[in-house]
Structure formats: structure tokens, C-alpha cells
């Protein structure tokens, strides 16, 4: 098991950016696929973007789709989501994801790692 802490959450208005941080902690960062889920209040845990080991294959939610920008640093153990014309509708509880495979996924059922999540406020 590898541990997630994500930061980086808070209260901003629509149009503006956030940046969200997951560090991981107790495996071998680099070998692991990583992904950004959310959930907002009455509603189902939702995909938003994953990540391969190596960086090199990202996959993206039809809703953030050239709004939000996935990356990781292995030497940090870190992976990042760059939310850009951020929107109400974005407004959720954002959870940090790994998964112990060289191969992306949208599931989270195929994730065995979480983090306990950083909330996003999106005001109109």
C-alpha cells in the first residue's frame, strides 16, 4: 500500500485556476499509475484524469478536457492536477488515486490506494 495526502483545495471563483497536490508515500512511486477522482455532494465518485509511471500517457474526463492538466514529478512522489476556467459544476470533493499497474485505468474500483481528498469550491 502506498500512502496519499493531497493539499492544495480551497474556495475560488468561476474562470479562476487551482493546483492540487498528491504526495505519496510508502511504495515505489514511480511505478505507479496515478489518477485524480471527484465527487460532488449526492452524486457518484467521477473520473476526472490519470497518469501513467513514466508520464508519458494521460487520459482525461470529457468534462475537464482541456481545462485541467495532469503531470507527476518522480523524483517529488508527487502528481499534480493544474485546474484551469475552473466552473461550479467543478465543485467537488477531489481524491488522489494510485493503482499498481504500468497501465492507466478510469475505474476506481481498479485503484487500491486513496487519499482522504481536498475540496474544491467553485463560486459563480
Known amino acids: 500500500q502506498v500512502q496519499l495526502v493531497e493539499s492544495g483545495g480551497g474556495l475560488v471563483q468561476a474562470g479562476g485556476s487551482l493546483r492540487l497536490s498528491c504526495s505519496a508515500s510508502g511504495g515505489t512511486f514511480s511505478s505507479i499509475t496515478m489518477a485524480w477522482f471527484r465527487q460532488a455532494p449526492g452524486k457518484a465518485l467521477e473520473f476526472v484524469a490519470t497518469?501513467?509511471?513514466?508520464?508519458?500517457?494521460?487520459y482525461y474526463a470529457d468534462s475537464v478536457k482541456g481545462r485541467f492538466t495532469i503531470s507527476r514529478d518522480n523524483a517529488k512522489n508527487t502528481v499534480y492536477l493544474q485546474m484551469n476556467s475552473l466552473k461550479p459544476e467543478d465543485t467537488a470533493v477531489y481524491y488522489c488515486?494510485?493503482?499498481?499497474?504500468?497501465?492507466?485505468?478510469?475505474?476506481?474500483?481498479?485503484?487500491?490506494?486513496w487519499g482522504r481528498g481536498t475540496q474544491v469550491t467553485v463560486s459563480s
Open positions: 488515486a494510485a493503482r499498481f499497474s504500468i497501465w492507466v485505468a478510469t475505474n476506481g474500483a481498479e485503484f487500491s490506494s
Open positions: 497518469i501513467n509511471w513514466s508520464g508519458s500517457t494521460t
